[in-house]
Each structure stands twice: as C-alpha cells, then as structure tokens.
C-alpha cells in the first residue's frame, strides 16, 4: 500500500467524520493504549511513555485507577498533570465485581476528582445477572460525576453469549456514553475479521459509538494489528484501543499501530443479529423496554415469547414496516427513536412496585465465555511482578 494512502487511512481511523480538533476533545477517540501498571509502561517513566505514545499517533492512555472499591494509588493528580504536560489525554478505567457497588462508585469518582478526563468500567463475569447492583453503581456514579462526564463500557464482546449481562443498564440512559468491547480475537479463537462481524452484529442495537479494543498480547502480530486497524476505519469507528502498553512494547507492535497498513476492500458494512421469537438475554430485554414504551403492557423478562412477537408485529404494522415478527434493523431504526422506559431493578424480591426483580434472563448461565475470566492469564504482563 503506498504510504500516502496508508497515511490518510491512520488519519481517518484518529477522528473519521469528525474534525481532528473534535476528535481530540473527546477522549478516548482516535488512537488509546491501556496502562495496567504504570511500572512496567517504559518503567513508569513519563517522557518514555509519550515518546512511544506520540511516536504512534496515540492520543490519549487508559490507566488503571481503581480494582472493585480499592483505588489504585498509581493514579493521582500527579500523574494526570505530568501526562497532560506531555500533550496527551488520560482516562482511567476501573475493574468492578458488583459486591459493593456504592463503594465501587465512590472509587471511580475518585479518579475523576483526580483529573482523568473520562472512566472506563471494565464489568466482566462478576457482574453477570447483577441489574440492581449495576443501577446502583451508576446512580451512584452520576451523582459524584455529573451526568455529561464521560463514561465507556469495557465487556464482553459478544451480547449474545451473555444473556445475563446488564447491558442495558450500562448503556442504557444514564450509564455509558461509548462502548468499547474486548474484542481479543486470540483470546476468542478467532479472525480480526470473524471478532468485528460478530461484535457489531450484536452490539449495534444499543446505539452507542464502538470503540473496538484490540489485543497485544498473546501473540497477537503486526500482521493482525494492521488488519484491526483497517477494519476499525471500515467500520467507521470513531476510535481504537489497545491491550496494553507493556505488550505493545514486549512484543514490538508500536509500527504496527502506526505505519501503513492495507485497506480492508470489497467488505460488506457491519451486519445486524435478528431477534426473534425463542430468543433469549439483555438485547430481548432492551427490546422489550422499547416496545414497552408504547405498548405499556409489555412485560420486562429478556424472554422473546409470544408477547413480544405479538406486540413487535404491532409495532411494526403501526410504522409501516414488514411485519415480520423478528427485530431487524429497519425495526431498530425506528425503535431507538423511543426512549425506553425507566426501570428500578430490585435485589431480590421486590417490596416497592416502583422496583422490580432481575428480568428472568438474569438467571439464565452464559452461553459461552470467550473471554478468559479474572485470575486467569488474560492480563498477565511479561514483568509478572506484584502490584
């Protein structure tokens, strides 16, 4: 690929439509890297990790602040005023279990208060079946941070193998305003190309900008790094991350992040996952609380059952759309111009009938785990020293 070309695509992939000025106001758009430890990032040296941090196009850097309610002390004012002093944006992310949400709050809003400009919430297999528990964690949240500060999932990337999976809460109204799924394609066993079709065919029907966040570790190669690149400019990403800096530089992927690499060419845009009839997890749950906007009776249970076929065809005669029973992306278009309806999950039985209970898809197990769970090697850095 010539260079020039290679040179207007890294362009694109950095803000896309927007103006390269909007796009650096708006962190993590354009090109991040995630820090876990901060001592093995160049050994914490600053100005060694804004030269590798500028050297390949990356605008800003996710930093671990806080795991569950135990802030992080790597992350403080320090930190944030030394980096910003290098020209570059820092957001913060935070792994959460869903034990202590209030206490997990206060921890994020701490590393708000220390300057990151947005927080990113890693939620993963502990927060499984937990919609009262995540409610409260970004009631709690909001109300430390504002409601326009901004906020980024970081999941699982398939929505179909997670039918326990909050999703709707996270990034639903009032929670995450980006999505940035894991999609670690060596983890999951797969393609660059197979990991993007199937995470945003699932993750579409929510409405928020992906922001894919690729693997460095694990033997993740140039080759595949190029080819993450190619299709997150494809699929008119506003933004692209990567796990993390330590792998970046073990495994000598910084041209990879930042040289030419191919178009991906003659490609389909993403596609779309029908739900319909016999279907069952959060994304029936966002459906139903779609369609519950306009048909009030529409029961809240993540189970796609002769209701929601009855009340989706409805739907779909009053707008003038193929009724076919199944909630396509003509459906969804029209859909996400409602506002879902607001729903107080309880723990456990409900006494208020202002709250309600989990929906029943919150017991049903995981179809898959194509992340590898906490504890597991997932995030092991070639230093393995101690926090």
């Known amino acids: 690929m010539p260079l020039r070309l290679g040179l207007v695509a890294a362009t694109l992939v950095l803000g896309l439509c927007l103006p390269a000025a909007a796009a650096a106001a708006r962190p993590p758009n354009g090109r991040a890297v995630w820090i876990w430890y901060l001592s093995r990032s160049d050994g914490g040296r600053i100005a060694a990790i804004a030269a590798d941090a500028h050297a390949a ?31 570059l944006h820092v957001c913060a992310w935070q792994y959460v279990y869903g034990t202590h949400p209030v206490g997990e709050a206060a921890a994020a809003a701490r590393a708000a208060r220390a300057g990151a400009e947005c927080l990113v919430i890693d939620a993963e297999a ?15 949240l909001r109300a430390a941070v504002g409601h326009r ?15 326990a999976f909050p999703y709707s809460v996270f990034l639903g109204p009032g929670g995450a305003q980006f999505d940035l799924p894991q999609m670690y394609w060596r983890d999951i066993g797969t393609s660059v190309d197979a990991v993007y079709r199937h995470t945003y065919a ?10 894919p966040l690729g693997q460095a570790d694990h033997g993740a190669s140039g080759r595949e790094a190029r080819r993450f690149r190619a299709l997150a400019v494809h699929y008119r990403a506003r ?44 994304d029936v749950l966002w459906l139903q609380e779609h369609l519950a ?3 009030p009776r529409q029961r809240l249970t993540g189970l796609f059952g002769a209701q929601t ?39 456990g039985r409900a006494r208020d009938a ?17 992340i590898p769970p906490l504890g597991s090697d997932r995030h092991a850095d070639p230093a393995r020293a101690d926090p």
Not at 254 to 264: D, H, I, M, R, V
Not at 320 to 339: K, Q, S, Y
């Open 309 to 347: 076929a009855h009340n989706l065809r409805a739907f779909q005669a009053r707008r003038r759309l193929p009724v076919t029973g199944g909630a396509g992306p003509r459906t969804w278009r029209l859909l996400r111009r409602l506002h879902p309806v607001r729903v107080g999950w309880a723990a």
């Open 202 to 211: 699932t993750n579409r029907i929510y409405g928020r900008p992906i922001l």
């Open 57 to 87: 196009g990356v605008r800003t850097l996710i930093v671990k602040a806080a795991d569950g309610v135990r802030p992080w002390a790597q992350f403080n004012r320090g930190l944030v005023s030394a980096l910003r002093a290098q020209r």
């Open 149 to 163: 500060y901004r906020l980024g999932l970081a999941s699982f990337p398939y929505v179909d193998y997670h039918p």
């Open 239 to 282: 933004g692209i991350s990567w796990w993390d800096f330590a792998w970046v530089a073990a495994n000598g992927l910084w041209p990879a992040l930042s040289g030419p690499y191919g178009p991906a060419a003659g490609l389909p845009g993403p596609g779309f996952r029908v739900l319909q009839r016999g279907d069952r997890g959060d």
């Open 354 to 370: 202002r709250v309600r209970p989990a929906p029943r898809s919150a017991s049903l197990p995981s179809v898959a785990n194509e």
């Open 293 to 295: 906007a306009v048909l």
């Open 126 to 140: 502990e927060y499984e079946g937990r919609y009262a528990a995540a409610q409260v964690y970004l009631h709690r």
